[in-house]
T-cell receptor
């Protein structure tokens, strides 16, 4: 399977703990996106990378959130000092710059439950 | 991003065509019209996109109004597996390229 891969798929953590999610984009996709989705809502944009550069960050991305893409391939999203309001599905997506229409492909998501 | 307006929900019978409308009266000349769908507990899945002309692929057809202020996603024969939330999204191909999701249309398919 050469789709966007995310892990872990599910994470339950206690409030105050740190969690990290990993995303492996489709090979040769130089753009990578992170979204968050809560129940009953559409996905909300968090941040995006072009290669290793983080080009845009949403105001939703508080200072407890940090995303990296060190070598322009996989990416990690870390949430420090988790709060119950962080419970959501975290979606990663990738696309290739220059492709007609720049179709964005999503992974299956990583579910976070903060208890 | 320009905004889209979709009905909250629609119902269809299995094996019948479904027409999912989307209004985007503030669309700009460089905005592509993208459709994604999201099945329960899965990430969004690309369906189709277009700029001005109608488009067809194996999943669906996209009919775009001549003034581009509205579009319709057409599923030719709905199946139970088509039950999902369908999102109509405008995307400027020249900008940051992130997708801005609205509430979408929840499609229910009755057997």
């Amino acid at each position: 399977d050469t789709g966007v891969s995310q892990n872990p798929r599910h994470k339950i953590t206690k409030r105050g703990q740190n969690v990290t999610f990993r995303c492996d984009p489709i090979s040769e996709h130089n753009r990578l996106y992170w979204y968050r989705q809560t129940l009953g809502q559409g996905p909300e944009f968090l941040t995006y990378f072009q290669n290793e550069a983080q080009l845009e960050k949403s105001r939703l991305l508080s200072d407890r959130f940090s995303a990296e893409r060190p070598k322009g391939s996989f990416s990690t999203l870390e949430i420090q000092r988790t709060e119950q309001g962080d419970s959501a599905m975290y979606l990663c997506a990738s696309s290739r710059k220059g492709a007609l229409g720049n179709t964005i492909y999503f992974g299956e998501g990583s579910w976070l439950t903060v208890v | 991003d320009a905004k889209t307006t979709q009905p909250n929900s629609m119902e269809s019978n299995e094996e019948e065509p479904v027409h999912l409308p989307c209004n985007h009266s503030t669309i700009s000349g460089t905005d592509y019209i993208h459709w994604y769908r999201q099945l329960p507990s899965q990430g969004p899945e690309y369906v189709i996109h277009g700029l001005t002309s109608n488009v067809n692929n194996r999943m669906a057809s996209l009919a775009i109004a001549e003034d581009r202020k509205s579009s319709t996603l057409i599923l030719h024969r709905a199946t139970l597996r088509d039950a999902a939330v369908y999102y109509c999204i405008l995307r400027d191909n020249n900008a940051g390229n992130m997708l801005t999701f609205g509430g979408g249309t929840r499609l229910m398919v009755k057997p």
